[in-house]
């Protein structure tokens, strides 16, 4: 069974610093993995979605990366902002594309201006 | 892409009623799935929803309790009968876009408090 771990649980930073989240999974058979942000009392936003064949994907200030082999995803955030603050989820899909996503409990977020 | 909208965006009801909350996609999806998301918790999976046939549910949750309608490619609804205060929790709607990456979207989620 597909399990999904992220650390930290939780993280405080000042505004303007670089930051790492991880996230690491049991099953190296995955079809692909996606970050999400969650705001409080709010749905799920798609952030980057990496496939099994890829390394990393970036988008704007974040970068994800993905080691397959070893289980590992890093989600990197630069020059943080108080607007990043939420709770960021990494998922993975096992085979492809009928399988379930398995969730990690998240990360929740702080960026103090 | 696909763009996800549920109604109601949340409700307070009382105990042994029942509440069905509506899904919305922008766009044809191959897969919609229902979630629920407890106070402090992360997401589990209740069932996915299969045009034109029965649901699938996840281990623990059963039609009795949340019945599952898909009538087309872009419509959903979940009903959540009978509500106890545990049933208080965020339901969320997902989809998988006919993109062929399987990226998976969710909407706004229905907060759901039962008195």
């Given at each position: 069974k597909q399990e999904v771990t992220q650390i930290p649980a939780?993280?405080?930073?000042?505004e303007g610093?670089?930051?790492?989240?991880n996230c690491s999974f049991t099953d190296s058979a995955i079809y692909n993995l996606q970050w999400f942000r969650?705001?409080?009392?709010?749905?799920?936003?798609?952030?980057l979605l990496i496939q099994s064949s890829q390394r990393e994907q970036t988008s704007g200030r974040l970068n994800a990366s993905l080691d397959k082999?070893?289980?590992?995803?890093?989600?990197?955030i630069a020059a943080s902002q108080p607007g990043d603050s939420a709770t960021y989820l990494c998922a993975v899909r096992l085979s492809s594309g009928y399988s379930t996503l398995t969730f990690g409990k998240g990360t929740m977020l702080l960026v103090s201006p | 892409s696909a763009v996800i909208s549920q109604k109601p965006s949340r409700d307070i009801c009382q105990?042994?009623?029942?509440l069905t909350i509506q899904c919305q996609v922008d766009s044809q999806v191959t897969m919609?799935?229902?979630?629920?998301?407890?106070?402090?918790?992360?997401?589990?999976?209740?069932a996915?929803?299969?045009?034109?046939?029965?649901?699938?549910y996840e281990s623990g949750f059963v039609i009795d309790k949340f019945?599952?309608?898909?009538?087309n490619l872009t419509f959903s609804t979940l009903t959540v009968s009978n509500m106890s205060p545990e049933d208080s929790s965020i339901y969320l709607c997902s989809a998988i876009a006919r993109t062929g990456t399987y990226e998976q979207y969710f909407g706004p989620g229905t907060r759901l408090t039962v008195t």
């Open positions: 939780a993280l405080s930073v000042p610093e670089n930051l790492v989240l969650q705001d409080p009392g709010k749905g799920l936003t798609s952030l082999s070893s289980g590992r995803s890093t989600l990197y | 105990r042994g009623t029942s919609m799935f229902w979630y629920r998301q407890q106070p402090g918790q992360s997401l589990t999976l209740i996915t929803a299969n045009q034109g046939s029965e649901a699938t019945p599952i309608s898909r009538p």
